[in-house]
């Protein structure tokens, strides 16, 4: 079987992290210090801080605008459950709007779902493929918006309008207008999850790129203390002799990246610029294998402002059900290739259903996943296993629905 999504693991990573055993700390302390710098290097932007998922580190985002009951965050349809969920636990309503062909946010869906309530936007670049994020930032601060907009917090107040805050989990390694993802919102979330580009097992990286009056200097120290319960000291610190005394100073969270955790994601970012080229390569041979055919819908690796990190290859069939795609995913994995699905849009979920989302109201949200499989697409596939996923898919398209029509131009 080749599975779909293994963490890359060598000898640098276990290094690394044996290492962090042998150091006798083990916890937060200098290798998740290491590991946001080597992000922020390779981003180009100064403050990064790493927390134990992406999940958490949007909560407390969140917590800090000032988030409260009846305010809106408008999200995709289209998007992972932890996007929606970080607004509920942070006190807010998830207001979905449908997608584009490319399965970002449509932004003239966005402005229509702003109302006074709207605190925040916030994108999900799927697969690693940027939103188009020149337009949501133009909504953001376009006058009558801002006219629209009712701060209800100091930070609120501060910024004055709709906070961008990027879903950036599939997209660490993709560029926009020929800069690193991170530089087109005004906080961004990459997420560590095993299944990711770069992971640390389990962890997330939040991006400071706030605009004037704001410090991404300070901002980095405040929400470091929040994410280690708003303590004054943290305990790579009060380990130093004489040094056992420290404050509680707000309502934090417990939700700091470890020392054992950051080596894994430390010894895989060195090597990223590899691991990424690889990506590509994978991601070029399935578009030109798949190209000629006319039943495939195939995504974008580059436009003239957009490049991805090739997190997923979502492949999509044209003219098929959702019953249709599960028979050729059973056929793909009755041949020993692993595929999977991104994603079931929310409203399609029981908890999303039991709060009134309907998916009939997201079309093109039903239309991409009911004809959406996920290829296998990771840096430790050799040009083999690639070839025989090809051929795999091919064929099992073929045993359940005859007669593929082929491109001739």
């Known amino acids: 079987m080749i599975p779909f999504s293994p963490p890359y693991i060598n000898q640098n990573v276990i290094d690394e992290v044996v290492e962090s055993l042998q150091s006798g700390w083990i916890t937060t302390g200098p290798k ?59 006190g807010g309503k998830p207001v979905m709007v449908d997608v584009n062909d490319d399965f970002n946010m449509d932004p003239k869906k966005v402005k229509e779902a702003i109302t006074k309530r709207t605190k925040a936007i916030i994108p999900v670049d799927f697969a690693g493929y940027p939103c188009n994020y020149n337009q949501l930032n133009k909504i953001a601060k376009d006058k009558s918006v801002k006219q629209l907009f009712n701060p209800t917090s100091k930070i609120q107040k501060k910024i004055n309008r709709i906070l961008i805050l990027s879903d950036a989990a599939h997209s660490l390694g993709a560029t926009y207008k ?70 509680i100073t ?7 990246m470890a020392d054992i955790n950051a080596a894994i994601g430390l010894a895989q970012i060195r090597e990223y610029p590899k691991l990424l080229e690889r990506r590509k390569l994978i991601f070029t041979k399935y578009l030109d294998a798949f190209k000629k055919l006319d039943w495939t819908i195939l995504p974008s690796i580059k436009d003239e402002d957009r490049e991805s990190s090739c997190h997923l290859f979502p492949l999509r069939i044209s003219s098929i059900t959702e019953d249709q795609r599960d028979l050729i995913i059973d056929e793909i994995s009755k041949l020993g290739i692993s595929v999977n699905v991104h994603f079931i849009p929310l ?25 959406e499989i996920s290829l296998p697409i990771y840096p430790q596939l050799n040009d083999n296993q690639v070839d025989k996923i090809i051929h795999v898919v091919l064929n099992s398209y073929k045993k359940v629905i005859p007669n593929p029509i082929v491109k001739t131009h």
């Open 32 to 90: 998740v210090k290491l590991l946001e710098q080597e992000i922020a290097k390779h981003i180009d932007i100064q403050n990064v801080l790493c927390v134990n998922s992406w999940t958490s580190g949007a909560i407390m985002i969140l917590r800090w605008l000032g988030l409260k009951e009846g305010d809106e965050v408008i999200i995709p349809a289209y998007t992972y459950s932890a996007t929606a969920l970080a607004v509920l636990h942070a």
């Open 178 to 247: 020929n800069k690193s993802i991170g530089h087109s919102a005004d906080i961004t979330i990459f997420s560590l999850h095993a299944v990711k580009n770069i992971t640390t097992a389990e962890g997330g990286a939040i991006v400071l790129n706030m605009p004037t009056p704001f410090s991404n200097d300070d901002l980095y120290s405040e929400l470091r203390r929040m994410t280690l319960n708003c303590q004054t000291k943290d305990a790579f610190t009060k380990s130093k002799g004489g040094n056992w005394r420290y404050d």
């Open 250 to 256: 707000g309502l934090g969270m417990k939700i700091n």
């Open 347 to 371: 409203p399609m979920l029981t908890f999303f259903k039991e709060l009134k989302y309907d998916i009939k109201d997201y079309p093109l949200a039903y239309k991409n996943y009911a004809s």
